[in-house]
């Protein structure tokens, strides 16, 4: 089984009988809002929003038995029809014989294009997809370039042809039938409009703003000749959309200015008969577009008014010529956008790389829906994915990261917690998608995780002075209240400075414990499937987390007061109740009566707090759950092998600790990832996790170290992973994010070899496309099988450019200055002993050259513009750094 190949040094790639595989999809998407899916048949969907999909909505299992897809048909002159797209039932019934057609798919940043032979009709077709960038219009473009390769003419009638679904994904199975009563179709010069006269969802019944188009023209612009706007009519009477009737019959036939109303939407568009002589080729081009309606549709000149508003925002693309100038537009887009370059030994690496850097991108087009896989959600990101993707954005594009970062710390409520949910706007939070109370106990970690990036990268410690507003609802005391619905907020405004947000974050939650004195669990932690944990669980696992953000934010206060002189500062006066206080007996009962004295807000008086006494504080917090973990959480099981246990249930019972009751040892990889991260697990403890989890969660033949061993037993007092069978998502995949984390932080603790594994399984197998089956870039986990699935859209992905950048090639930020650790193993240095990387460091591109001459375990010398700046020496000032930076490693 032959798999993909990269054909360049920009990711794109080419893989022969995608046709093949199943579950396969592919991005198309810009900042337009315009989302889509795209399989090699051009099946997938596309839409701007939950509401508003102009291709019926797919899940992954629609991938193969949904026939409404894009599609293209050639009748010849036999009466035969041919798909140029291969979405037909004869292709479809050829495809396990030695008649099927050959089909190669060439894959880039985000365009697709698949070229078919169709041996028996002596040509081949070309059919490539993409969606416009830097522009407003929402528009997703194909082109269709059919080439004579027989030694006679050919001659065919060709169709372009895609379903119009145009409402919610709530209508698949709410009103189906009855939302497509609501339909307006107005035939065009170019294509079909829809634009239905209501909505019908969780909404409510309202006027319709929207309005959806298919176009289609010859590439020199020669217009459809006679069009279908309605499917039933389309397929014919015992017809499919595999199999459809109109593009043999050219019956029943619509011209412009025609009206069809109450039916299922169709786009379709019929050309003139074309000759091909051998080797000549003929293209087509149609569009799916979405717009804005500029009022809602009254009456029919309303309905005209938008149908040609839409076409000419749509027929500008239908050319040749304007097809070509975009998709290199669109190439040189994601190209300029995904500024991260790694040049190794292994190109294939690379490459991977490339795609994985175009993802955290992804995240902030498609939210955490819209892919085939992520058919949850309403689009948006949660509170975790917001931060976590702001660390590749610091990596890549820092420059709107600054106002990004402090109006993300206005979903902060004044007990410590946070909005879940991030609005469309910049600093617009929503407190839950589906308004129910609920606290993850993580959520506080990520904000300064990214800030100490941030602070480390660009040296910018005045962020810490900026002011944010706090999040005000309903929802009090960690999330245990409510206020009465009656209750007024209208006067409930707080602002505090960035700094006062980041210490109400750590100071609150390192209060917030259970009976084994360990941070309680809530709704969840970053693992949403613990979630019945919520009175006893704790997580010692992020407890661990929690003490090593204490100890580097201690350092940043340090800094701080370093670099602004001051010896104080002013935040709210409720926040010294949350100083001073270690013991674990008193500390939720502190933390109580701090959380009702903040239940509307902050009252508006400060005080003037040290920073030494607040740096000291945090250290002594961090200590203090240092020790504490260490003298109850590690244990060595039956089989005398030792590790960090991470969990409690909601039986108060140790998760892991417990495994050798059942004859089975248990463990979970969170738990030691954070242990290790936090400097918690001493360097001998280190190798000992390494050596239990090489023994029980490592398999090489699904991509490496597996989220937890089998616990054999649906855990209601844990949460819902146990319900899942074991080797699917949270519970027991190789779940990409974690197994991330877990490199990083044995990377952070010096264990390069070790930290190589756990990365170079994970490389391995996503890019051994037998195994994985999917299309370059790194899913959120592989399934027992060793599939790839809910690929593109994870937080692996800015863990991983964030490991390799700062861990395997060694590249920090230290206040500004740059700092070289590298970690690189001589097999990931190329011929000429180099290993590079290009990327912005504070909003500066440049480009670092490791040049190794022995084992290149430490720097010898750094040349920057051909200028020696230092020997000896792996620290370069920030106003020493220059565009290439080249590195003598011995």
Not at 53 to 61: A, T, Y
Not at 397 to 426: E, K, Q
Not at 535 to 564: C, H, M, P, Q, W
Not at 634 to 650: C, H, K, L, Q, V
Request: charged share 25%; hydrophobic share 35%; proline share 3%.
């Amino acid at each position: 089984m032959k798999g993909y190949e990269f054909i360049d040094d920009k990711g794109t790639f080419k893989l022969e009988d995608p046709d093949l595989y199943s579950y396969l999809y592919f991005p198309v998407g810009s900042s337009s809002g315009m989302m889509g899916s795209l399989t090699p048949e051009s099946g997938g969907d596309l839409k701007t929003s939950q509401n508003t999909f102009i291709l019926e909505p797919v899940s992954s299992d629609n991938l193969h038995n949904n026939r409404s897809t894009r599609n293209f048909w050639l009748c010849f002159e036999d009466g035969s029809l041919v798909s140029a797209t291969g979405a037909s039932a004869l292709a479809h019934s050829k495809r396990f014989t030695a008649g099927k057609d050959k089909v190669t798919l060439y894959g880039g940043l985000l365009w697709q294009s698949v070229v078919r032979d169709i041996a028996d009709k002596g040509i081949r077709t070309e059919v490539t997809t993409f969606v416009p960038v830097e522009t407003e219009d929402k528009i997703e473009l194909t082109r269709v370039k059919i080439t004579n390769t027989g030694s006679s003419p050919v001659a065919f009638t060709p169709t372009a042809a895609t379903p119009i679904y145009g409402r919610s994904a709530d209508n698949i199975r709410d009103h189906r039938n009855v939302t497509s009563m609501l339909n307006r179709m107005t035939v065009t010069e170019y294509g079909i409009t829809n634009d239905p006269t209501l909505t019908f969802d969780e909404r409510g019944h309202r006027k319709n703003k929207v309005i959806y188009g298919f176009f289609a023209a010859e590439a020199d612009g020669t217009k459809p000749v006679s069009f279908c706007p309605i499917a039933e009519d389309f397929i014919g009477e015992g017809g499919a959309f595999d199999n459809p009737r109109f593009p043999a019959t050219g019956t029943p036939a619509s011209k412009p200015g025609d009206r069809a109303d109450g039916f299922e939407a169709m786009g379709a568009a019929m050309f003139e008969k074309k000759t091909l002589a051998p080797g000549e080729s003929a293209e087509y081009v149609f569009a799916l577009a979405i717009n804005d309606m500029l009022k809602p549709s009254d009456n029919e000149t309303d309905i005209e008014t938008e149908s040609d508003r839409i076409q000419d925002m749509a027929s500008k693309y239908l050319s040749g010529n304007v097809f070509e100038s975009e998709l290199e537009k669109n190439k040189e887009y994601w190209d300029r956008k995904n500024n991260v370059r790694f040049n190794t030994g292994d190109k294939a690496f690379d490459n991977w790389m490339y795609w994985v850097g175009v993802q955290p991108m992804l995240r902030r087009i498609y939210g955490c829906s819209f892919l085939p896989h992520h058919d949850y959600g309403k689009g948006g990101r949660g509170w975790r994915d917001l931060w976590q993707d702001c660390l590749a954005l610091i990596i890549m594009d820092p420059s709107d990261v600054r106002g990004m970062l402090v109006d993300n710390f206005g979903g902060v409520r004044t007990d410590g917690t946070n909005a879940t949910i991030i609005g469309s706007g910049s600093g617009e939070f929503i407190a839950d998608r589906n308004g129910i109370t609920r606290v993850w106990m993580d959520h506080a970690m990520w904000p300064f995780m990214t800030m100490d990036l941030y602070i480390k990268q660009t040296g910018d410690l005045k962020i810490l002075d900026e002011t944010a507003p706090y999040f005000i609802d309903r929802q009090v005391m960690r999330g245990e209240e409510l206020l009465d619905k009656d209750t007024d907020l209208s006067n409930s405004s707080s602002e505090g400075t960035v700094l006062e947000h980041l210490l109400l974050q750590n100071f609150a939650s390192f209060f917030d414990v259970g009976e084994h004195g360990h941070m309680k669990l809530r709704g969840a932690d970053w693992n949403d499937a613990l979630d019945m944990g919520k009175d006893r669980g704790e997580s010692v696992a992020f407890t661990a987390a929690y003490a090593g953000n204490y100890k580097k934010l201690a350092s940043i206060l340090k800094e701080y007061k370093k670099a602004s002189g001051k010896d104080s500062v002013e935040a709210a006066a409720e926040l010294e109740g949350l100083l001073g206080v270690y013991d674990a007996d008193k500390l939720q009962s502190v933390l109580n009566q701090y959380c009702n004295s903040v239940k509307t807000g902050f009252s508006g008086s400060t005080k003037s707090y040290q920073i030494d006494l607040l740096a000291e504080d945090l250290e002594k917090k961090s200590e203090w759950i240092t020790t504490h973990i260490r003298q109850t959480e590690w244990f060595t099981d039956t089989e005398g092998y030792s590790r960090y246990n991470g969990y409690y249930d909601n039986s108060g019972n140790a998760l892991e600790k417990n495994g050798d009751k059942y004859g089975r040892p248990a463990m979970m990889l969170t738990s030691q990832v954070f242990t290790i991260m936090s400097g918690i697990a001493s360097e001998d403890q280190v190798a000992e996790i390494v050596r239990s989890a090489d023994k029980y969660i490592y398999d090489a033949s699904i991509g490496g170290y597996k989220l937890n061993t089998d616990f054999h037993e649906v855990k209601t007092d844990m949460g819902r992973m146990f319900g899942f069978s074991y080797g699917q998502k949270e519970n027991g995949a190789v779940f990409s994010h974690m197994t991330v984390m877990f490199g990083n932080a044995l990377y952070s603790r010096g264990f390069k070899d070790e930290g190589w594994k756990v990365l170079g399984t994970l490389y391995g197998h996503a890019t051994d496309f037998a195994q994985s089956k999917i299309y370059p870039g790194v899913p959120e986990y592989f399934d027992p099988k060793g599939r790839g699935v809910y690929h593109y859209l994870t937080g692996a992905a800015s863990w991983l450019l964030l490991t390799v950048l700062t861990e395997m090639f060694g590249i920090k930020g230290s206040y500004g200055d740059m700092v070289f650790e590298p970690k690189l193993l001589p097999s990931q240095f190329d011929n000429d002993g180099k290993a590079s990387v290009s990327f912005e460091f504070n909003g500066r591109p440049l480009t670092v050259i490791y040049q190794k001459t022995a084992i290149a375990s430490s720097v010898q010398k750094i040349t920057v513009d051909g200028v020696c700046i230092s020997e000896g020496i792996n620290v370069l000032p920030k106003d020493k750094i220059g565009s290439v930076i080249e590195i003598e490693l011995d």
